[in-house]
């Protein structure tokens, strides 16, 4: 009976080591060792495409939700560089790891010959965009193991970045691509690729070419003008007609790896299927998100939410705007059979039956198996280190027309601002690394440190964080004709003027941002206090 009161001194403590856990990613074993919260398929990613006919200004759109628990939050530009006759550029093992620009720790894979001049490009875990208005998304498709080869040199965030410095077009992307890998090898698991130009969009999904191999097998398909496309962790591209190059593309090896594997008899008269000769289509995992991304688009195809395989692009019932891609990556399956919290309910003071204060479509394994909750993979990830969302738009110089509305941290809890491809830097808050260690000059962690306070009473907190990104976002879109056409008239006078205004504009946003949520982390700390 005298026992509480003196454990009582260290609940503050014990609080505190509980919300570290929390925020970090950690949870408690039985045994009482700190294990991950991440399963495997945390590591995992979502990308949408858009066609210029399909949007609603005419630019072509791509996006990535980086869901990682690991990868690196720093993101920098990297300049247009030129390079001397016999140069060399170094392929790095694990950049998206890297703890910033200048970090001395990297491990080189090898070296591939450098090209004379390489591009501007923004540089992320998986880099973004370049001058040509070039962008990429990504999602890991997996593929079968036996596909995966150690001998070759290039893994899927380097290929990123070595095409962003080299191409200006997703078709010169992917025969830059297919050239390198073909010499010096792909690494790493399958991958989808969702490349946008000004003109067009495409869907390249590549894999290994084999165990103790050097190549990649690879095929690619352009999405229609007028439609729209999504990649969830699974391998989608299913018949080829290479017969049509200028909509489809494919590795030379592209039939004949999957006969010598044994994965398909092309005397069987069974149809070639890129995705089940490589891959399988068996997860829910990624097919709830295709369709759910899918039928919020085109809701009139009426997509069948079991379904094993959806149309690789549909068009759109209306055409798309930035915000409406962002308002898809925000979607926890509210209001569908699949909203891990629609059950969870409790009785207010009116007497009316309303959703648990605790009701989170993002709860830990632990706390999904004490409530009886069955896991749904949202679109929305609690894992993700940032989400961005591109436009490129033929009209314009390429400084104006290349713009990625960026976020930090969960897509549902965070504002997504503007950052042109013209601007000159980063703001410094942006390239910091925060992975490693929670640090007060990191803007990552602003973001991150509200978003994850927010599961401790989601029901209640997610309307305050709403409260805070949706003016921001709001300012952001409703500025966004006025900012471009005087960003237009400076650079008919000179482009390095447009470049400093777009730099000046997106740095004052930037920081104003991170510093509207480092107080708002702190109002959550104060209006939530008694609640925890």
């Excluded at 009582?8 to 014990?14: D, E, G, I, Q, W």
């Excluded at 039928?295 to 009139?300: E, I, K, N, R, V």
Aim: proline share 6%.
């Amino acid at each position: 009976m005298y026992a509480f009161p003196r454990t009582r001194r260290y609940l503050p403590v014990l609080f505190s080591f509980l919300l570290l856990l929390v925020l970090g990613g950690l949870s408690i074993r039985a045994d009482g060792r700190v294990e991950s919260l991440q399963c495997p398929q945390c590591e995992s990613c979502t990308s949408i495409l858009v066609g210029r006919l399909a949007s609603e200004d005419g630019s072509t759109m791509t996006s990535h939700s980086c869901d990682s628990g690991t990868d690196r939050t720093w993101i920098s530009i990297e300049p247009r560089r030129s390079h001397a006759p016999g140069a060399m550029d170094t392929v790095w093992m694990d950049a998206k790891r890297t703890t910033g620009p200048e970090d001395t720790d990297l491990i080189p894979w090898g070296e591939i010959p450098q090209v004379a001049e390489t591009w501007k490009f923004m540089n992320a875990a998986y880099p973004i965009m370049n001058e040509h208005q070039l962008a990429i998304g990504e999602t890991t498709t997996g593929g079968k193991r036996e596909l995966k080869s150690s001998e070759g040199i290039i893994d899927a965030p380097e290929l990123y970045r070595i095409l962003l410095q080299r191409a200006r077009t997703a078709r010169e992307a992917i025969r830059i691509a297919d050239e390198l890998t073909k010499e010096y090898g792909y690494n790493d698991w399958g991958e989808c690729f969702t490349f946008a130009d000004p003109q067009e969009v495409w869907f390249f999904e590549i894999l290994g070419p084999g165990r103790g191999k050097v190549g990649a097998v690879w095929a690619a398909v352009r999405i229609p003008d007028d439609e729209v496309a999504v990649s969830a962790n699974s391998h989608r591209i299913l018949e080829l007609d290479l017969s049509d190059p200028d909509r489809y593309m494919a590795s030379e090896n592209v039939f004949s790896l999957a006969e010598e594997m044994g994965w398909w008899d092309a005397e069987s008269g069974e149809p070639f299927r890129f995705a089940y000769a490589y891959a399988s289509r068996s997860s829910l995992y990624s097919r709830r998100r295709e369709w759910r991304a899918l039928s919020l688009l085109a809701p009139s195809l009426g997509l069948d939410p079991n379904a094993e395989n959806f149309p690789l692009s549909v068009k759109p019932d209306e055409t798309v705007s930035v915000q409406e891609v962002l308002a898809i990556f925000r979607d926890t399956y509210e209001d569908t059979p699949y909203d891990m919290t629609r059950r969870l309910t409790v009785v207010n003071r009116e007497g009316a039956a309303v959703k648990s204060p605790v009701a989170n479509p993002f709860m830990s394994a632990d706390m999904r198996e004490l409530l009886g909750v069955e896991r749904e993979r949202t679109i929305a990830s609690p894992f993700a280190t940032y989400v961005q969302v591109t436009q490129s738009r033929s009209w314009l110089p390429d400084p104006i027309g290349g713009v990625v509305w960026l976020g930090y941290d969960n897509p549902a809890t965070t504002p997504h601002i503007p950052f042109y491809i013209g601007i000159t830097q980063m703001p410094e808050s942006y390239m910091v690394d925060g992975r490693r260690a929670f640090r007060r000059d990191c803007a990552w962690w602003a973001f991150r440190r509200a978003s994850k306070l927010a599961h401790f009473r989601y029901q209640d907190m997610k309307g305050v964080l709403q409260e805070a990104w949706e003016p921001i976002e709001r300012e952001a879109f409703a500025r966004q004709a006025s900012l471009e056409e005087e960003a237009l008239e400076l650079y008919d006078q000179a482009p390095e003027r447009a470049e400093a205004f777009l730099t000046e504009y997106c740095h004052e946003l930037a920081e104003r941002t991170a510093e509207r949520y480092w107080e708002l982390g702190d109002e959550l700390w104060t209006r939530f206090n008694l609640a925890f």
